[in-house]
Structure formats: C-alpha cells, structure tokens
C-alpha cells in the first residue's frame, strides 16, 4: 500500500512498524519546511495522525537531538534560525558573571 506522502507502508515486511513511520514522516515534514518552522498541530495535520502522537513524535525526535523546538514552533535540529540564535547568544552574553 502506498501513502499520499510516498513512503511504501508494507506492512508484509517483516520490521515496518507504523510507530516508526510516522516518527520518520514527522522527521521529513519538519525537514520539508526548514526554517519557517511548525506548530505541533500542523505537524499532525501534515503527518496525517492526531496530535497527540504528533506531540510524542516530536518529543522523541527531541531527545534524539534530530528536532528543536522554539518559541512553541517545531525545527528540525540541523536548522539553525538566525534571529534566535542571536538573540540567545545575546542573552547568554548578558547572563555570565563579568
């Protein structure tokens, strides 16, 4: 059976797993829209799953280190955002003892 997204779901092989899949459609979706970021809704919505498996998914791709999330928005981790990152480097900055 083919999905909309194009990944091959058989579930005749013998280790597809749907848990898996869908973390790895969350890694593409989040991959697919780089810098502009999602919000955990869109996300599920894009995946085609519920939101709550969307906020697992998310969650464990954090704790792999392959996804950040900022200001309530879902990056993949391999993309930097510009004006965050100089906005907490600034913050670190200000933060350390002089």
């Known amino acids: 059976m083919e999905g909309d997204d194009g990944y091959r779901m058989r579930k005749e092989e ?5 848990a898996q899949q869908r973390v790895l ?12 970021g999602l919000l955990p809704g869109k996300v599920a919505e894009l995946v085609g799953t519920i939101p709550s498996n969307a906020t697992r998914d998310l969650a464990n791709l954090r ?36």
Not at 14 to 18: A, P, R, T, Y
Not at 25 to 36: F, K, Q
Not at 66 to 95: C, F, G, K, N, T
């Open 63 to 98: 704790i792999a280190g392959l996804a950040q999330q900022i200001d309530e928005r879902w990056y993949p981790a391999m993309v930097r955002v510009p004006a965050r990152d100089a906005a907490h480097s600034a913050q670190r900055s200000s933060a350390q003892p002089k």
């Open 25 to 36: 459609r969350t890694l593409r979706v989040l991959v697919e829209h780089g810098n502009e």
């Open 14 to 18: 013998k280790h597809w797993n749907v």
